[in-house]
């Protein structure tokens, strides 16, 4: 799987845009990008992937460059709920997740 | 449809005892994968399975840890003669029938194993 890097850390105000971003300058060609996040101890939860293309769904969307080296996750409306762990994850179709530390994204009222 | 369950969701064992942990996957899941998060630590891979067949245990144990999903039940992780070390959250997690790529893991709540 390639390396992912995020922030460890990044604060955002609820009701504004949360933008994560993630390097992924080593991903072959066909790692797809995933994003998972946990919400304090809970299992994680799925929130997106995508290969080439842009992605959006009801949660989220995911923008990833042209040359595919990086990566942002956004979330258009964060709420006090959004705060958790987020990772980027780089792999092949149906193999392990390895995830690394993630970004502590916290909502602020 | 009813998400990943897992049982039991606390397990308490003193050391030297087994555990078993009971993952069940979503409704026409048969790719299963257990991972392991230590107390202020991230989520670490350990075994990946099909339908009786062991894909990747790569991040297992060598000792005291093993697994299964038959072809009928749920998968059991199975941890002998626990050591404190082995406190942790355990988590379940299953994709449907192999796609090329981009299946997506459901998890489930998780079981939190104390050992004493």
């Known amino acids: 799987d390639a390396k992912t890097t995020q922030p460890p850390s990044m604060d955002c105000a609820e009701g504004r845009a949360a933008n994560l971003p993630c390097n992924h300058s080593?991903?072959?060609?066909?790692?797809?990008v995933y994003w998972y996040r946990q919400i304090h101890s809970q299992g994680p939860q799925y929130i997106i992937h995508g290969l080439k293309n842009n992605e959006t769904n009801e949660m989220a969307s995911l923008i990833i460059t042209e040359d595919r080296k990086s990566s942002t996750l956004i979330l258009p409306h964060a709420t006090l709920r959004d705060t958790a762990v987020y990772y980027c994850i780089a792999r092949p179709g149906a193999q392990k997740l390895v995830f690394g530390q993630g970004t502590r994204l916290t909502i602020n009222p | 449809n009813a998400g990943v369950m897992q049982n039991p969701r606390h397990l308490v064992r003193r050391r030297g005892q087994e555990a078993r942990l009971r993952c069940s996957p979503m409704k026409g899941h048969s790719h299963v994968y257990w991972y392991r998060q230590l107390p202020e630590e991230g989520l670490k891979f350990m075994v990946y399975l099909q339908k009786e067949n062991i894909i990747d245990e790569s991040g297992m144990p060598k000792e005291r840890f093993s697994a299964e999903f038959p072809k009928e039940g749920p998968s059991i992780l199975r941890i002998q003669q626990v050591v404190r070390g082995d406190s942790a959250a355990y988590f379940c997690?299953?994709?449907?029938?192999?796609?090329?790529?981009?299946?997506?893991?459901?998890f489930g709540p998780g079981t939190r194993l104390t050992v004493l």
């Open positions: 997690a299953s994709s449907p029938p192999g796609l090329a790529g981009g299946d997506e893991q459901f």
């Open positions: 080593t991903i072959s060609g066909n790692e797809y």
